[in-house]
């Protein structure tokens, strides 16, 4: 039976878990704050005190972890997953985290023998719930090969795109493209609202034709409700975005778009709007018409 | 037997006619140049030769114009459709236009006991040969009612959004998501390709999640393969946008990326990429990325 | 003794025809409302009860007012300056309007054997009391160097910059480059002080190098102690944008700055920002940067 | 006599020590590349062989150094100023660095009883040479006393801006005010060239009214000329805007325009333009507006 050590049992990765316990695996969880491994152990798995710990004896471990300096310590550093782990094991990090943290990984675990992949994912709490989370895999083709049976588990699309930090470059176009979608709806719904038009039916036919996308057909309507609890939150979302844009800074690749949609996530961070839904930009684009100005409820910004 | 005048018999225009004659109305055309009638003809509909000789005994006129101008005078000018039409006829438009054109078609016809529609529609030439618009009507209700059996001959998502004008303010939206959405999909695959990534397959792991569009299923394998023929031309989504942020501006929305992107199609357009798909816009990230130049190839920039 | 026309008798016309008095013209005023040629009266000046009547032996007629349509009514409208006056008159037009309405304007006077020239001022309400104002002139140069007596009794910096229509041309630029510069400052401002500088200290500093602007030495002052009154009002530098972008458009110039900071000011004047001098665009960037949120006390937006 | 000792002898820190010298300062000049103390001795300097070695004996201490990694390795690192020098010295750095390298210097200084200040400079090689520096001093006001007869050898503007590290600040909003308004006036340029505008007489009259700016004074007629030999290269301004952008993203300050130009900076770089003058930026214009294509002349992009 294949061991799985899993690392970071968050809102995402306890799900993830689950999954891969409900297929089959002998899972070893561990959590920096160790009450959130109970619900791991009561449904099959077990629970580890320690990084060195839980990948002592796994074939497979999994780190699922908040940022970049989060994956360096508890992968690279002292008593962490490298050093802990067998030669022969595999170690899937589904973090989202700058591409080159993705190399760096891959580069210190070959050093030691261990095959590494970068696997981040989109779909959200739902989607890892579902175990229907899409997975975008960077690293050596064979090793991806390896890891299909674990990422089967917890994953509905899993695309091989590249090599090592490749999956990890991927999820930030995603970020890129979703932040940007997110804004032109909004956008396209101030306008329509301030000149009279139904935002339902509006909606309905937006979606149909090439503007169509997935932030009309998952986002729209709880934004029209004006429903802005997360989801992902626009912190996450300035995060990524961040990624992004060091990313491309780096490649000397123009982002039009995407560092102008990027000022206004850190805008609405700005102004207090941080543990909200990203689909809150619709906020923003709506005081800077001077139709409403919710933000300014949201009370302090952060320090 | 319903009498169908229909004025613009051009790309969009000719396929929708047909339609209406495979519907089983009897169609009347008119085209500026003749000779784009004679393919009416050879379906069963007939032939014009003057706006005044197509509408005089028309139940429905249906006009699809390149722009406000010409609706302005092949509709309120002199010998023009509302001049010589019947009182209880029904004016549908559905070129593209400034929404206040839309109104003021609408006032006008009222004024002389004419109903009108504004019905912009989407979904390119293939979406017009195959009956497959998405069509956005605005005006009262009871008079889209009454128009349903010809909107129904030539698109297949047909939406009621609100008073006179309404259509073309979603179709105005419409087209400020679209092209934001190709610049974002552009920006997103120059930077994947700068990363070494495998661009076919970021775009299927893409596609599948929250940064889904229709740009990267229908646009995205046209632009991987380079082929930026139209299509839907620079220079028509310049005019969209122009519509856009003039309908901005009165309104006092703020666009942000609908602004940007606005700017990036004129600018694409003033070197030279004017009559290539709004695709193109690839080609201009590619250009200030530095990777390649093949917009300077273009040729000479319009005057 | 050369008999000057001047229509226009508002916050910059009245102090402009008051020196034309003083140095030595014979001035004959008119204004829509009729009180404020009361005040030229006084100073010696002669009163006008309509445009035909002001213009019908004058030599030199001087336009001042606030926008296209304005000028478009009075200079080529029924009874305007155009029908009225002597066909060797001058016509001066120092209104800040399209360059079209410019060469237009140049067109109908050329027609009627009358020479024109389109001469917009920079420098404010003090400019204009002070007889220094900056006069940037299109138009044929022998017609400009025959305006010069009547011009200097305006201005102090006075340049013949092109054709017909560059006068506008170069006022548009100008009102491009001021907005982007209050705007560049307050960034700087904002930022400054978000990090603890002595914002004093650091304007001296910052004016005295390559960074150094008659923003940051006429209008910081008022800036830091937060005066808002205009001066120059956004809704009329938003008018002005207006110019500056369709002009843009029109030739295919990519203004980047220009365009954003045109929707910075748009979006200021939606917030209700529009009755404060511009550089209050101070308020927006605190807005957007979670600082402070004056803008939101300022009341409803315009309609 | 007052011992100085001068870490860096680049284009900027060359002449600064040599001003130092003609001050009657006793200069002590190190530099990576040794030929280029040459100078420095031939001109009545003296040359040490290591930092430790220069800094010894110093009074006080002068960096001028390229970017962060090189203050930190020659400041903080091993065999570094720190370590080799007295306790009583006075250490002033005159790189232009991110906020917090300065923060991180004067906070290692103070652990080991050294004063410190962040003075960075702004003029130019020009600058340098006449000794009419502006600089920006951030650090305690008793020790910025006590470094002005040394600050006076090297700068005409001298100004206490705040704290440790707000030197740097003020330094970085001024990069963001040049940067932008270069951009400002190549739109302008570019706008008034496309309407047939005399250009030298726009430059004039522009210059004296609150368009007013030191690039229009300094670096337009260059432009003009079609002189882009730096000066101030691209590449050191895309380096500075970085800071720029990293700085505001820290405090959550919202910067549009400078985002944006720091957009088009990097854009021009990854054309090509690095070791072009930043005034550079015209040539984008001009491509973007379909004008000229100078900068695809400029040959391969950078890695």
Redesign the interface.
Known sequence: MTVVAFIGLGVMGAPMAHNLVKAGFDVIGYNRSPARADALVARGGRRADSVAEAVRDADVIVTMLPDSPDVEAVVLGEGGVLEAARHDALLIDASTVH?ETGRAVAAAAQARGIRALDAPV???EAGAVEGAL???VGGDEKVYESALPVLRAMGS?I?????A??GQ??K???????A??I???S??L???D?????LG??V???A????????LQ??APAMLARDFAPGFRVDLHHKDL?I??A???E???????????A??I??L????GGSLDHSALLLQ?E?????R?EL?ALGA??A
Chains 1, 2, 3, 4 share one sequence.
Request: net charge positive; glycine share 16%; hydrophobic share 45%.
């Open positions: 591409p989109s779909g959200g899409s997975i975008m699309t695309v091989h795109v590249g090599p930090g490749a470059t991927v930030a176009a995603n970020q890129l493209i979703v940007g979608t804004e032109l709806v956008e396209a101030v306008f329509l301030a000149r009279g038009v139904d039916a509006a309905r036919v937006l149909g034709g090439l503007a169509g996308n997935a932030v998952r986002k961040g992004v844009l990313a491309a800074r490649a000397g690749v123009s982002l039009p778009l995407g560092t102008h949609v000022g206004l850190a805008s961070r700005a102004q207090g684009v005081s800077l018409s001077g139709r100005n300014n910004p952060p």
